[in-house]
């Protein structure tokens, strides 16, 4: 069975950073492509960011780009994002989603992790 | 970017009846869309990838349609279970863009 989890969220003040962590199961990680998704309270849902298998391939939001940095450690089946300069905006619930197979749909997702930025 | 557009945005109804949600793009993303199904405090759940191929495990009630820039979701006989929010995603370039969501509630 798949298994996407989320940690490593709390409350973080304007300006700080937190890393999030993605653990996998269930499946070939090192072969998967991953995403982040975010969903701000009450709000809809913003992708974040993608990395291929290899991580040769990266891609970012706009919202986004400059301030967090995606990363994976295939040996370890887990899957990363480190953000730097939080604003009150980016607060969310952080989910990690892997790539359907053919499709850039998000197959499989975690339970997700709330980052919460205030002062 | 692409932009996706969702409407309506809520829609109440009975168990029982039929429900179509309609997702427009911004430009064309030839088939590459795809339906989420959220309930309350979960994570989103894949049901249609492709416009219009179930996911495994996804009852058939749940059909998809459309192609270019216009698309839609039905569910044929709304379910207890159904009762969520809905959201459509183009897959066809980066960055990936949702729509605004669908309420689906009980009348």
């Known amino acids: 069975e798949v298994q996407l989890v989320e940690s490593g969220g709390g409350l973080v003040q304007p300006g700080g950073s937190l890393r999030l962590s993605c653990a996998a199961s269930?499946?070939?990680?090192?072969?998967?492509?991953m995403n982040w998704v975010r969903q701000a309270p009450g709000k809809g849902l913003e992708w974040v960011s993608y990395?291929?298998?290899?991580?040769?391939?990266?891609y970012y939001a706009d919202s986004v780009k400059g301030r967090f940095t995606i990363s994976r450690d295939n040996a370890k089946n887990s899957l990363y994002l480190q953000m730097n300069s939080l604003r009150d905006e980016d607060t969310a619930v952080y989910y990690c989603?892997?790539?359907?197979?053919?499709?850039?749909?998000?197959?499989?997702w975690g339970q997700g992790t709330l980052v919460t930025v205030s002062s | 970017d692409i932009q996706m557009t969702q409407s309506p945005s809520s829609v109440s109804a009975s168990v029982g009846d039929r429900v179509t949600i309609t997702c427009r793009a911004s430009?064309?993303?030839?088939?590459?869309l795809a339906w989420y199904q959220q309930k309350p405090g979960k994570a989103p759940k894949l049901l249609i990838f492709?416009?219009?191929s179930l996911q495994s495990g996804v009852p058939s009630r749940f059909s998809g349609s459309g192609s270019g820039t216009d698309f839609t979701l039905s569910i044929s006989s709304l379910q207890p279970e159904d009762f969520a929010t809905y959201y459509c995603?183009?897959?066809?370039?980066?960055?990936?863009?949702f729509g605004g969501g669908t309420k689906v509630e009980i009348k």
């Open positions: 989603a892997n790539k359907l197979s053919g499709s850039y749909a998000l197959d499989s």
């Open positions: 269930g499946f070939i990680f090192s072969t998967y492509y």
């Open positions: 990395i291929s298998s290899s991580s040769s391939t990266i």
């Open positions: 430009q064309g993303i030839s088939s590459w």
């Open positions: 492709a416009t219009s």
């Open positions: 995603q183009q897959a066809n370039s980066f960055p990936l863009t």
